[in-house]
């Protein structure tokens, strides 16, 4: 059967994208649809303008550390709409960038939503109907708001970037990822960050040392963290009294997105009040009238598509990678999905993805580096050594400020391999981006102290630590 195409993609996020361009350059015909912008929550809505916004709030501490190095440089005021101008400007660009990669590899695009109706063949919006070979699911995620009173009225990330001006106050919802680097981003900008987290301690899932030291440093920065909080209601400004229950009515408490002034109500029967809410409750995949549980695509608890070690889904023409997928929600791993992909499919390589030993970079500040196992985990697994030394990195102690930094591995007893590396500093996503090549190549403890130390850098703690600080 001749079809119209040989590969369809549905998504021009990263991984989208990248899969494209790549099946392109081995000759065959590509289309690709995209509802929204071109480049998908990592360039529009997501890495790239939070990263931006890291940067632009890391500047409240430079003329204070200024002085302290003899320059004569007064505090500054945060011009937020300037700012956003530039931002949008720089995204527009980057969207135009992505655009010319794919008609520059001969991609046909459809800004439009597709969805599949027949395993060879997606419908557009207008009801146009092209056939593929194969058809790569790529639509990414949709942050989630809970299932609490009023939720409609408080922002997700995707507000973020696009707020008339910054509120005074904010309440974030969340202890992950987007709730403790957005808590770090506003408070820097000026906004007073109030932080609710339903569990013990912040960023579950990653080494306890760093999520205790990175809780630490945000709690000094000013933000006010409450663990062990949630939230119950959310209201107007006064809805609720200090220890009034909270309304049973979703009615009575729903002003609109954005809107406060707010009263909300916490699960310790608080009451807090803010001028907006952001919920940083985790994002949920993007498989919703997708027309795929109809031709037989398996979907997952939590609406995921769900795909063997080659991408595959459960129908053999159909192929899902990145978020949709909810492997490890990574720009950096849906865009090896996607190559993987093209290779497995285009190129008549079998090539499953490897999600080991990922390194990643959470940019609260200072930032939190990891690779490879917790401290916790792999004290699980076999007995380790554990390596650690916290300082106050020289170019801000000479400052007079208080904040530390943390340098950790983990290394097996048996193999000596370093089995984790925990970086709790500024500019952490740079160093664990190359501890993390040591590591993944199986590095013994041994092996780092055989590499001199770059001296003075915080980074050199990693080659010079000489005794275990735990064992066990
Ligand atoms: P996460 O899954 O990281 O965190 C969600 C947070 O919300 C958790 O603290 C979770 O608590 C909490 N939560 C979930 N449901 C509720 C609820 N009903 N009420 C209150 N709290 C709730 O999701 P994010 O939204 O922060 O980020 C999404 C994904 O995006 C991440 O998994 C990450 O892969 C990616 N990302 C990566 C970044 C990076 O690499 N720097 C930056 C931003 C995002 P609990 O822990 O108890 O479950």
């Known amino acids: 059967m ?9 998504g021009g996020g990263s991984g989208g994208v990248r899969a494209a361009r790549m099946a392109a350059a081995t000759g065959a015909r590509v289309q690709l649809a995209e509802e929204s912008r071109m480049g998908g929550t990592c360039v ?3 890495c790239v303008p939070k990263k931006l916004m890291v940067y632009a709030s890391s500047f409240r501490e430079l003329p204070g550390q200024a002085r302290a190095y003899g320059w004569d440089i ?13 931002l949008h400007t720089e995204l527009d660009r980057l969207e135009g960038v992505y ?13 439009s939503r597709a969805r599949l109706v027949d395993p060879h063949e997606v419908e557009l919006a207008d009801g146009r109907r092209i056939s593929a070979k194969h058809i790569l699911i790529a639509t990414g995620g949709r942050p989630e708001r809970p299932d609490v009173p009023g939720a409609a009225a408080g922002m997700v990330s995707d507000d973020i970037f696009n707020m008339d001006r910054l509120p005074a106050s904010i309440l974030i919802v969340g202890g992950g990822f987007i709730a403790c680097e957005m808590a770090g981003i506003l408070q820097g900008l000026g906004v007073k960050v109030t932080q609710f987290y339903r569990g013990a301690q912040i960023l579950r899932g990653f080494d306890d ?15 006010d963290l409450r663990l062990g909080s949630n939230v119950a209601a959310i209201g107007p400004r006064g809805g609720f009294g200090a220890g009034m229950a909270a309304p049973v009515s979703e009615q009575a408490v729903a002003p609109a997105v954005g809107e406060g002034p707010f009263s909300v109500q916490s699960t310790t029967g608080t009451v807090c009040d803010v001028e907006a809410v952001l919920f940083a409750t985790g994002r949920r995949p993007n498989t919703a009238g997708l027309g795929l549980e109809e031709l037989g695509v398996k979907l997952g608890r939590r609406g995921e598509v769900v795909v063997d070690a080659y991408s595959q889904t459960a129908v053999p023409s159909v192929y899902a990678i990145g978020d949709v997928t909810n492997r490890v929600n990574l720009t950096p791993v ?8 093209s290779r497995t499919v285009f190129e008549g390589v079998p090539t499953p993805v490897d999600h080991d030993l990922i390194p990643s970079a959470v940019f609260t500040q200072p930032e939190l580096g990891t690779v490879g196992l917790t401290e916790e985990a792999a004290r699980e697994a076999e007995p ?6 916290s300082f106050r990195p020289m170019r801000t102690a000479f400052a007079g400020t208080q904040d530390r930094v943390l340098m950790k591995l983990i290394v097996s007893q048996a193999t000596r391999r370093v089995l984790g590396c925990h970086i709790v500093a500024p500019e952490a996503g740079e160093m664990i981006q190359l501890a993390g090549i040591a590591v993944k190549m199986g590095a013994t403890k041994e092996q780092f102290d055989q590499v001199c130390a770059v001296h003075p850098t915080m980074a050199e703690e990693l080659v010079t630590m000489r005794n275990p600080v735990r064992k066990g």
């Open 74 to 86: 007064p505090d500054g005021n945060f011009d937020w709409p300037a700012f956003r101008t530039t």
């Open 44 to 46: 529009i809505r997501g």
């Open 2 to 10: 001749a079809f119209d195409c040989d590969l369809f993609v549905i």
């Open 384 to 389: 380790i050594e554990v390596y650690a030394t």
């Open 209 to 223: 040392e760093a999520r205790g030291m990175v809780a630490e440093a945000m709690k000094a920065q000013g933000i």
């Open 334 to 341: 849906a865009i090896r999905e996607g190559m993987a992909f």
């Open 99 to 111: 655009r010319k990669l794919l008609t520059g590899s001969g991609i046909t695009i459809h800004d």
